[in-house]
């Protein structure tokens, strides 16, 4: 049985992208994916155009990463963002920047920046195993060729058990979200069958319920709101950006950024609420004002009532939003809307879980976890890489940023030979 420089659990993002590291580096690399293809979740990021990274400084970049910014900074710095804007285009990729500092392939198809991978993969030698799902493993420390790790896998077509040797082994297996990617938490297992803990893991990055959701808001979009969250009544974390209403909740770039405490919160049986600010740049005196001189000018506003009020809201809201803020604020009048435009509160009382959640919370504990090797402390010649970690970030190219970084780190740590 021959014997690999590295097998790789999972052939995701962070997978991939370890796997061209090492076989970079002359390393001879196995990579084993249960799906049908690599992949697979990077074809559905970024709404299918998958944003990879973005283009911030450490002191901006570490603020979006939860828990432990200092264990990802050697990362980082060992690949940053830069070195994986590089390091894309120079295997055929052709990058772009958006607003936010966001970058995309210029093709903005996420499947594009799955497809070059595997191309660099297969134009290094590297073997690739589809649709074997990693079911077990083992340390051997008197093998012929000195210590390795048994891996065995499952055949997805025969479910016959294969079984490799490698020197070292590599965990990018996931986590939880999207589970029908194939994220379904196998190497966590895997992980504590090595004697490592997990932090318990839940859904980040996901839609927020309201309690008694109007589900007629689904489809409506707002830009330049400021979202404020609330826990036990107290004001924890406030965003400002783009947010959706869906048929699942509340969504969006920021109000999902509001989501990874939300959900602890709830987690923990306390009270949540988001507050939205649906006029940010304008203060509630401003406002005032506003609505004096547009009732100086029209005389149905002048007289108030419901109809003088929708008048108002015609010109303040998307006429889409006017039916539900005004279901939601029965008592509403000219001399209260100020109030209500700064301060529209939904109780949150769930959230989305898995199916849905961009990335999951909790993992690998990072004690276990070297980072300035991402190799185990428990077991030699054992590493870990991407949503596997109890390391993420906020929506915006963080989490990919992680899972390459780290990938690379540890596909840079291991030994030749």
Not at 248 to 252: C, F, P, Q, R
Not at 330 to 355: I, Q
């Given at each position: 049985m021959d014997c690999f420089d590295l097998a790789i659990a999972g052939g995701g993002a962070a997978g991939l992208f370890g796997a061209a590291v090492a076989a970079g580096?002359?390393?001879?690399?196995?990579?084993?994916?249960?799906n049908g293809r690599?992949?697979?979740?990077?074809?559905?990021?970024?709404k299918g155009r998958c944003n990879l990274?973005?283009?911030?400084?450490?002191?901006?970049f570490s603020e979006h990463i939860h828990?432990?910014?200092?264990?990802?900074?050697?990362?980082?710095?060992?690949?940053?963002?830069?070195?994986t804007m590089a390091f894309f285009e120079q295997i055929g990729l052709p990058l772009t920047v958006e607003r936010g500092q966001r970058v995309f392939p210029v093709s903005m198809r996420a499947q594009d920046v799955a497809d070059v991978l595997v191309a660099r993969l297969r134009q290094l030698g590297v073997t690739i195993c589809t649709g074997c799902r990693v079911v077990g493993a083992s340390r051997v420390e008197n093998g012929v060729c000195g210590p390795f790790f048994k891996v065995e896998a499952e055949s997805a077509a025969c479910g016959t058990l294969r079984v490799f040797a490698a020197r070292n082994l590599l965990i990018t297996t996931g986590g939880l979200s999207y589970p029908a990617t194939g994220s379904t938490g196998d190497g966590y297992a895997l992980a504590e069958s090595f004697g490592h803990k997990i932090v318990p893991c839940f859904p980040s990055l996901t839609?927020?319920?309201?309690f008694n959701y109007d589900t007629s808001l689904s489809g409506i979009s707002l830009k330049n709101v400021e979202l404020s969250l609330y826990v036990n009544g107290t004001s924890v974390q406030t965003e400002f950006g783009e947010m959706d209403f869906t048929g699942?909740?509340?969504?969006?770039a920021a109000a999902i950024r509001l989501s990874r405490r939300a959900v602890a919160a709830l987690d923990g049986k306390q009270k949540v609420a988001v507050s939205f600010d649906l006029k940010p740049a304008l203060s509630c005196e401003q406002l005032r004002l506003r609505i004096r001189r547009e009732a100086a000018d029209d005389i149905s506003i002048a007289k108030g009532g419901a109809a003088g009020l929708k008048t108002l809201l015609k010109r303040l809201l998307p006429g889409a939003l006017i039916p539900p803020f005004m279901r939601a604020n029965?008592?509403?009048?000219?001399?209260?809307?100020?109030?209500?435009?700064?301060?529209?509160?939904?109780?949150?009382?769930?959230?989305?879980?898995?199916?849905?959640?961009v990335v999951t919370a909790g993992g690998v504990d990072l004690a276990g976890v070297s980072p300035k090797t991402m190799g185990s402390k428990l077991v030699d010649g054992l590493y870990f890489a991407g949503e596997i970690l109890n390391l993420d970030g906020d929506t915006g190219g963080y989490n990919l940023q992680i899972a390459f970084s780290t990938a690379a780190l540890a596909a840079k740590s291991i030994k030749k030979g």
């Open positions: 580096r002359g390393l001879s690399v196995l990579l084993l994916e249960r690599c992949g697979k979740k990077i074809a559905i990021t970024g990274t973005n283009t911030r400084e450490w002191s901006e828990p432990s910014p200092n264990f990802f900074k050697s990362a980082f710095f060992g690949m940053s963002n830069r070195d839609a927020l319920v309201p699942d909740g509340i969504e969006g029965r008592d509403l009048s000219c001399e209260n809307l100020p109030e209500r435009l700064k301060a529209w509160r939904f109780a949150v009382n769930s959230y989305v879980g898995y199916r849905r959640s």
